[in-house]
């Protein structure tokens, strides 16, 4: 199967860092989710509910990045492949996050995860 739903530069200001100044305040991340779902089932009957809400997936995103007050956008992205694969029906999903405020000389420095159904990593 090769469909693939989705988000792209999802902007989440959340507190996030090792540093206390990172912590003192929260930051703007990026983050690119792509999802593995045979999307043909909702195609072929132009169907809404045969499909992945982007919109609740987007939202429950934030909220996770919000709530959690982590400390690494690794464990930030593993956090969100985790509940992705829990409550939507994808096979596999890729997670990036950004942090444009990671380095001064670079645009953002991330991570990119990719997690299926049943625990294997890629």
Known sequence: MSDTILIHDLAIDCVIGIHPWERAHPQRLWMDVEMEYDVRGAAAGDDFTQTVDYDACSQGITRLAVAGGFRLIETLAERVAAWLIETTPITAVTVRVKKP??????????????RRRGGEAG
């Open 101 to 114: 405020e990671a380095l001064l000389a670079a645009r953002w420095a991330g991570v990119e995860i990719r």
